[in-house]
């Protein structure tokens, strides 16, 4: 697999990955990022000899706006752009998303994301579990991996799994961390995915947030060991009835203790707030908490 890791330098290096793949019958992508990183991936494409019309087949692995922002770009020139059943209504028309979008960033949405517009339905194709799309002498196998969102897919392709955030968020030498925004998170389902992947035992592991990763297992591991202890601190906080801003404070102190705890420098502390900042977490977890485990 010949393969170039574009860093679409998303106000800091390291923060989202978007990868071109070479197949026979010409490159394919595999995450676009957001509309304000267009220009950036542009020059990755032009430095591997491609223009964006020269890309036909874009695949994102979920529809959160810093891996599909910059997907309606592609389909203006013709691209197919493959995606989860439940993302493709909301790739075509994009009010509902940017709407959501807009109650977590408020009048961030511009500076962060960008513009973005709908696309011929005809151009988005819905790719489910277990599909295999064969473009020229590449396939790329499938994966439903719901739990961080639940319109997830991850994409397998020589042993090779691009895990779009199902498999967290992990930058340069700091720790792997569970992305938590709203609206769905679901700790159980998130779990069954993370055994999917290990059923599928990849060589290794391409995260948009950001790179390559070998150590599947280990690093399997301490994702699932910080979501479950990120879920009970969480838990105790919701169940004592404290209020989002209250949490929201405490939860501040706690996400950079973590990084402490582990000797994360200033420059990766924030590298991590460029792709998970850590107020957009909480809501995430309320929601999971009073929707999934108290019934509210």
């Known amino acids: 697999m010949k393969l170039k890791t574009i ?57 959160h706006l810093d891996h599909s922002g910059a997907a309606w770009h592609f389909a203006k020139e013709g691209s197919t752009i493959y995606v989860h059943e439940r993302g493709a209504p909301h790739l075509v028309a994009p009010e509902r998303l940017m709407n959501s979008a807009a109650m977590i960033y408020g009048d961030k949405m511009d500076e962060l994301w960008g513009e973005v517009q709908g696309m011929d339905e005809s151009l988005v194709k819905v790719v489910s579990d277990g599909d295999k799309i064969k473009i020229g002498d590449t396939e790329i196998g499938v994966f439903e991996s719901i739990g961080h969102a639940n319109h997830h897919n991850a994409y397998l392709i020589e042993g090779n799994l691009f895990s779009g955030d199902v498999a967290g968020c992990r930058i340069a030498d700091g720790p792997v961390i569970p992305p938590t925004p709203p609206p769905d998170i679901h700790v159980e389902r998130w779990h069954a995915s993370v055994d999917k992947i290990r059923q599928i035992n990849p060589d290794s592991l391409y995260l948009t947030h950001f790179g390559e990763y070998k150590e599947v297992n280990k690093h399997l591991d301490a994702l699932m060991s910080n979501l479950d202890e990120w879920s009970s601190w969480f838990g105790e906080r919701v169940k004592a009835g404290k209020s989002e801003e209250e949490i929201t404070l405490e939860f501040e102190d706690y996400y950079k203790g973590f990084f402490k705890a582990v000797g994360a420098s200033d420059e990766v502390y924030q590298q991590y707030e460029f792709a998970d900042p850590y107020w957009m977490n909480v809501g995430g977890f309320i929601r999971y908490w009073k929707k999934y485990k108290l019934g509210d």
């Not at 390291?14 to 026979?24: C, D, P």
């Not at 992508?29 to 890309?55: A, R």
């Open 7 to 63: 860093d679409l330098n998303f106000f800091a290096p390291q923060v989202i990955a978007s990868y071109l793949i070479e197949t026979s019958e010409g490159p394919i992508l595999i995450e676009t990022g957001p509309d304000t990183t267009f220009n950036t991936l542009k020059s990755g494409l032009n430095d591997s000899g491609y223009k964006v019309s020269d890309v036909k087949h874009v695949f994102v692995t979920h529809i």
